[in-house]
């Protein structure tokens, strides 16, 4: 998609949901130079967490769907990142979240699934979508499977076979 | 905002679409990508690639595809200047088929001067890798001129400084 368009925000609690902006880099760069990424992409330079910035704003012009930065309405600060994401050659959106390490406990990452899986179903259609997880990543497990999700067989990228999760229609949604 | 749409008689730049990424990882898996930064996977690609259009968001410049003007995707050209790159820089790539007949040279032009003209850039340079004889030939050809004291991120590399011409 070409087309110029206004990027949806929204609203929960206690967190804000925006499209990234440059300023944006410095947190995130905090956050994915540490080694508290290692399972969601890092540690990496400062230059492939730009990309990452970019191609999250970029992925709505090419999808129509994309990534939100997170911040806490209490004091502005980043909280993490949080959307669906679909690279080329994917079979389907994955709805990934990262909380930065220093909210981990507060119950951010609960409630930015649980605001954001009503939204994506609603507005794009993404009733039941999946999540590729590292298995050892045992918190990130234990919190979807709480919120209902199940193991699925591996989805297949590009890159090969992932483990993943799948979430159920949020409550108040049809089936898909 | 989005890439601008730019043509002249041998070219058209235009916004970047999904479709355009498949062929892009094909030219970097070839042996001409040798001596390109490459990526490690399709995914890794798509980072890059994303990066190129949300960069038009968040910085008024970025990736375009460069097309025949019959419509074929030829290659990309971007003005970019991501947080390692000392300055702005203009680079590009032609898919396999593509070469020789004119289109890098007529698709750099039009960028360099959109650069210069659109974004009032004071400073334009091309990062390229030492071995790379025929992206060389083509940022002579379009008038810049080695620069060896400038700064660069890659040891590997020289930099061309483009000039403005009109």
Partial sequence: MTTEKTLPEFYSDRLHFRIGVLEDLDELDAFFSSDASRYVGGPRPRGETWDALCAGVGHWHLRGFGLWIITSLEDGKMVGVAGLQQPEGWPEPELIWVIFSQYSGGGYATEAVQAIRPFIAREYGVTQPMSLIYPEYRAVVRMAEKLGARRIEDVEIPDGPVPAWRFPAPTGEPDA | MIAPTLSNATVTLRPHRVED??????????PRAALMDRPSSPTHLWYGFASEVGSWVLQGQGGWAVETPDGRLAGQIAVSQPPHFPEREIGWFLLDGFEGMGLAHAAAT??????????KADSLVSYIHRDNARSIRLAERLGAVRDDAADRHDDADVVYRHRRVH
């Fill in chain 2, 110 to 119: 039009l960028a360099r001067d959109w650069a210069f003209d659109a974004l």
């Fill in chain 2, 21 to 30: 990424m498949a062929p892009y990882w094909a030219f970097f898996c070839s």
